[in-house]
């Protein structure tokens, strides 16, 4: 039997806690950090110094030998500089160990190298790392030794962000600002804080090592550019909650481990639909530390992978036919006197807070509908949006039977004279218990889902950090709250003036409400009919953010400015042409090197084939006809070839990036699917010794 794990011991043992800054810290300084942390400030540089000693000491005690300023900048992934705690050697030369609050509080990074859509220029390289007093440092165990890792943002030399993180701390102080106006309509004087809380659900993909590195695709892309369908996929459903392989259990159990030192609080793990799909869900937490624990989510998952000689695949899409992978964003905000407000209750019809909020998420959803699509947009998405498992791309709410039934008689009446409840569900086993249901079931097809206690964002891709999603959401709730607040506060009879805004949000607003089949034609029809907005690809949602709508709400709130919220609908559209570039040379050299040659050469052996059994007499009628259909694919695929290079070496040439994005989209996208579907009809009829990759189903299966 091995050896038992004792997870509480294990649990954030590599994070620097707050019970390890009350154990290391004096009493005052300890005091001081934690009113910074709770009610924002900074910290004088004599208790900075002392913090980043304590920081040292604890890091060093678990074989820590550098230090850096972990951030996320708009790469997508996280980035980091190393450098030693050493100091220059003594007059005995002696080494010593040293971190200063300087250290600790600011760092410096090149600018210049990092996404900016024109922010920066190459000759201009200053950026700034801060230290995020409200994320624990913690240690990373990797190759390198041990490094403790320092949650900050970034910004450049003239002080835009250039980061994930600083729009999101943003987002997350006006909620709490506009929030607690809203609580304290209701009488609550104790809150003094109001968080967005969130949970991430990460989907992921696994595949041999081996397998992996025969696929060129998988390695440049991260996802298959070519791929016929395994005999099976998911269509006997027999993959979803069943049991985990050893392979894959062995991994899931030391992924956990890793995460748990980490303090990330991994607490689900099944199988996805999917063959090889998987999902890890964590419990909730505040906002910008669910953002950082789940970048650290996805990179354990590669790590943890490599050491059990497979691979993580989080791209959206990694195999045509089947469910991609997503990231269900689990919203809620609660105040810090325990009040979440989006708990509607036992009687949610007569909770006037709750309905209020829900009026204004409604208005809030309804109006930036634009703006959370486009908080969830990137290439892989929209490969994956729409299809398998996945929301639509047209943004709508689902609030289950019960509240819409709420909504409903509000709006028809003004008043909500009761609530359906969950009815007994009789199993019909006299061992088994009877229990009281939901009140209403789930919709999977919903892009923006109540479930209970909070709001679930399904259409976040796999790949994507949280960060933007999560800003978005905390933006337009904020603005909506104002909004209700402004007027609330001037009522001269509040509650007549709170039930007249409730009504008023929720009939303006009932067509972002949708409860039936996403997935439909008719649901189309009927958003269109609707106004509701369906927009398509990444590069369609990008001008979303620098509407005039867009550009006073998050610079109402500080959140972006113009100049920002601009630079990053130019990295969208640089970040997609890239992309896609990547693609469609990874596709020219797959085939132009490996599949058409070995085709050729199959033709040349059933060619040989065929004179052979003519010459014996026969009339190798099925051979000539395999020869027939293989040699005009053949032909197909090399001259789809030509031109997918042909419109490869003209996108570089397209300067404004805006063009070019779109041409990638609309001509070069188009031409990689003229190439695949010839190469995968041939992946039917050549000999599986011949084909000179893995397949679906070794890729999917072999694991």
Request: some cysteine.
């Given at each position: 039997?091995?050896?038992?794990?004792?997870?509480?011991?294990?649990?954030?043992?590599?994070?620097?806690?707050?019970?390890?800054?009350?154990e290391?810290?004096?009493?005052?300084?300890?005091?001081?950090?934690?009113?910074?942390?709770?009610?924002?400030?900074?910290?004088?540089?004599?208790?900075?110094?002392?913090?980043?000693?304590?920081?040292?000491?604890?890091?060093?005690?678990?074989?820590?030998?550098?230090?850096?300023?972990?951030?996320?900048?708009?790469?997508?992934?996280?980035?980091?500089?190393?450098?030693?705690?050493?100091?220059?050697?003594?007059?005995?030369?002696?080494?010593?160990?040293?971190?200063?609050?300087?250290?600790?509080?600011?760092?410096?990074?090149?600018?210049?190298?990092?996404?900016?859509?024109?922010?920066?220029?190459?000759?201009?390289?200053?950026?700034?790392?801060?230290?995020?007093?409200?994320?624990?440092?913690?240690?990373?165990?990797?190759?390198?030794?041990?490094?403790l890792?320092?949650?900050?943002?970034?910004?450049?030399?003239?002080?835009e962000?250039?980061?994930?993180?600083?729009?999101?701390?943003?987002?997350?102080?006006?909620?709490?600002?506009?929030?607690?106006?809203?609580?304290?309509?209701?009488?609550?004087?104790?809150?003094?804080?109001?968080?967005?809380?969130?949970?991430?659900?990460?989907?992921?993909?696994?595949?041999?090592?081996?397998?992996?590195?025969?696929?060129?695709?998988?390695?440049?892309?991260?996802?298959?550019?070519?791929?016929?369908?395994?005999?099976?996929?998911?269509?006997?459903?027999?993959?979803?909650?069943g049991?985990?392989?050893?392979?894959?259990?062995?991994?899931?159990?030391?992924?956990?481990?890793?995460?748990?030192?980490?303090?990330?609080?991994?607490?689900?793990?099944?199988?996805?639909?999917?063959?090889?799909?998987?999902?890890?869900?964590?419990?909730?937490?505040?906002?910008?530390?669910?953002?950082?624990?789940?970048?650290?989510?996805?990179?354990?998952?590669?790590?943890?992978?490599?050491?059990?000689?497979?691979?993580?695949?989080?791209?959206?899409?990694?195999?045509?036919?089947?469910?991609?992978?997503?990231?269900?964003?689990?919203?809620?905000?609660?105040?810090?006197?325990?009040?979440?407000?989006?708990?509607?209750?036992?009687?949610?019809?007569?909770?006037?807070?709750?309905?209020?909020?829900?009026?204004?998420?409604?208005?809030?959803?309804?109006?930036?509908?634009?703006?959370?699509?486009?908080?969830?947009?990137?290439?892989?998405?929209?490969?994956?949006?729409?299809?398998?498992?996945?929301?639509?791309v047209?943004?709508?709410?689902?609030l289950?039977?019960?509240?819409e039934?709420?909504?409903?008689?509000?709006?028809?009446?003004?008043?909500?004279?009761?609530?359906?409840?969950?009815?007994?569900?009789?199993?019909?086993?006299?061992?088994?218990?009877?229990?009281?249901?939901?009140?209403?079931?789930?919709?999977?097809?919903?892009?923006?889902?109540?479930?209970?206690?909070?709001?679930?964002?399904?259409?976040?891709?796999?790949?994507?950090?949280?960060?933007?999603?999560?800003?978005?959401?905390?933006?337009?709730?904020?603005?909506?709250?104002?909004?209700a607040?402004?007027?609330?506060?001037?009522?001269e009879?509040?509650?007549?003036?709170?039930?007249?805004?409730?009504?008023?949000?929720?009939?303006?607003?009932?067509?972002?409400?949708?409860?039936?089949?996403?997935?439909s034609?008719?649901?189309?029809?009927?958003?269109?009919?609707?106004?509701?907005?369906?927009?398509?690809?990444?590069?369609?949602?990008?001008?979303?953010?620098?509407?005039?709508?867009?550009?006073?709400?998050?610079?109402?709130?500080?959140?972006?400015?113009?100049?920002?919220?601009?630079?990053?609908?130019?990295?969208?559209?640089?970040?997609?042409a890239?992309?896609?570039?990547?693609?469609?040379?990874?596709?020219?050299?797959?085939?132009?090197?490996?599949?058409?040659?070995?085709?050729?050469?199959?033709?040349?052996d059933?060619?040989?084939?065929?004179?052979?059994?003519?010459?014996a007499?026969?009339?190798?009628?099925?051979?000539?006809?395999l020869?027939?259909?293989?040699?005009?694919?053949?032909?197909?695929?090399?001259?789809?070839?030509?031109?997918?290079?042909?419109?490869?070496?003209?996108?570089?040439?397209?300067?404004?990036?805006?063009?070019?994005?779109?041409?990638?989209?609309?001509?070069?996208?188009?031409?990689?699917?003229?190439?695949?579907?010839?190469?995968?009809?041939?992946?039917?009829?050549?000999?599986?010794?011949?084909?000179?990759?893995?397949?679906?189903?070794?890729?999917?299966?072999?694991?």
């Amino acid at each position: 039997m091995s050896e038992l794990l004792n997870v509480e011991e294990l649990f954030a043992s590599n994070v620097f806690t707050v019970a390890k800054m009350r154990e290391r810290l004096p009493k005052k300084v300890f005091q001081e950090v934690i009113r910074v942390m709770e009610h924002g400030g900074e910290l004088s540089m004599a208790t900075a110094d002392v913090v980043a000693k304590a920081m040292k000491d604890w890091a060093v005690e678990h074989g820590a030998t550098h230090y850096t300023h972990w951030f996320q900048p708009l790469t997508g992934i996280t980035a980091e500089k190393h450098d030693a705690f050493v100091t220059h050697p003594d007059e005995e030369g002696k080494m010593l160990m040293d971190f200063s609050g300087k250290e600790l509080i600011k760092g410096e990074s090149d600018a210049s190298s990092f996404p900016s859509g024109g922010l920066r220029a190459t000759f201009e390289a200053r950026g700034y790392t801060a230290w995020d007093i409200t994320s624990p440092a913690f240690l990373k165990e990797s190759a390198c030794g041990v490094t403790l890792c320092i949650p900050t943002a970034f910004c450049s030399y003239t002080g835009e962000a250039l980061d994930k993180k600083t729009p999101l701390l943003r987002s997350m102080e006006a909620l709490n600002e506009q929030a607690l106006r809203i609580v304290r309509l209701f009488g609550n004087t104790e809150a003094t804080k109001v968080t967005a809380s969130v949970g991430a659900e990460q989907e992921y993909f696994l595949v041999d090592k081996d397998l992996f590195l025969q696929r060129k695709d998988l390695m440049f892309a991260g996802r298959t550019l070519f791929g016929a369908p395994a005999p099976k996929g998911q269509e006997m459903e027999d993959h979803y909650f069943g049991v985990i392989r050893e392979r894959v259990g062995a991994y899931m159990k030391d992924l956990n481990e890793e995460l748990w030192k980490l303090g990330v609080t991994a607490k689900t793990q099944h199988n996805e639909v999917a063959p090889a799909q998987h999902e890890l869900a964590p419990i909730y937490e505040t906002a910008n530390i669910a953002v950082d624990h789940n970048q650290l989510v996805m990179e354990a998952m590669k790590r943890v992978a490599v050491k059990h000689d497979m691979r993580c695949l989080l791209h959206e899409k990694p195999y045509e036919g089947v469910s991609g992978s997503g990231k269900h964003d689990n919203w809620s905000i609660t105040t810090d006197n325990g009040i979440n407000l989006l708990e509607p209750g036992e009687t949610p019809n007569e909770n006037i807070q709750f309905l209020l909020v829900l009026a204004c998420i409604m208005k809030a959803v309804d109006t930036h509908a634009d703006l959370l699509r486009q908080s969830a947009a990137d290439v892989g998405n929209d490969r994956r949006l729409g299809a398998s498992e996945a929301p639509p791309v047209i943004i709508s709410i689902f609030l289950g039977e019960q509240l819409e039934d709420v909504v409903k008689q509000l709006v028809e009446t003004g008043v909500a004279s009761s609530a359906k409840k969950g009815e007994k569900l009789a199993t019909g086993v006299s061992t088994l218990p009877d229990f009281v249901k939901d009140a209403t079931d789930r919709n999977r097809t919903s892009p923006f889902a109540f479930t209970g206690n909070k709001f679930e964002f399904r259409t976040v891709g796999s790949s994507d950090s949280i960060a933007s999603p999560n800003t978005t959401i905390n933006a337009i709730v904020a603005e909506a709250f104002c909004e209700a607040a402004d007027r609330l506060e001037k009522a001269e009879d509040f509650d007549m003036a709170v039930h007249d805004l409730i009504k008023e949000y929720m009939t303006e607003h009932q067509r972002i409400l949708f409860s039936g089949n996403g997935y439909s034609e008719e649901w189309y029809e009927e958003a269109k009919r609707r106004g509701l907005p369906n927009i398509q690809s990444t590069i369609e949602a990008a001008p979303t953010l620098t509407t005039e709508k867009a550009v006073k709400l998050f610079e109402k709130f500080g959140i972006f400015t113009k100049v920002e919220l601009e630079s990053r609908e130019e990295i969208i559209y640089e970040t997609y042409a890239k992309t896609i570039n990547i693609e469609a040379l990874t596709m020219i050299d797959m085939a132009g090197k490996d599949i058409i040659p070995a085709v050729a050469a199959y033709t040349g052996d059933l060619a040989n084939t065929v004179v052979t059994v003519k010459e014996a007499g026969a009339p190798a009628t099925a051979q000539t006809e395999l020869l027939i259909q293989v040699d005009s694919l053949l032909a197909e695929a090399k001259k789809a070839l030509t031109h997918l290079e042909e419109c490869t070496a003209q996108a570089t040439k397209i300067k404004n990036a805006k063009e070019r994005a779109f041409y990638y989209k609309d001509v070069v996208d188009v031409a990689m699917t003229a190439l695949r579907t010839p190469v995968d009809k041939l992946e039917m009829l050549v000999d599986s010794a011949v084909w000179p990759m893995p397949t679906y189903g070794d890729l999917m299966f072999e694991i």
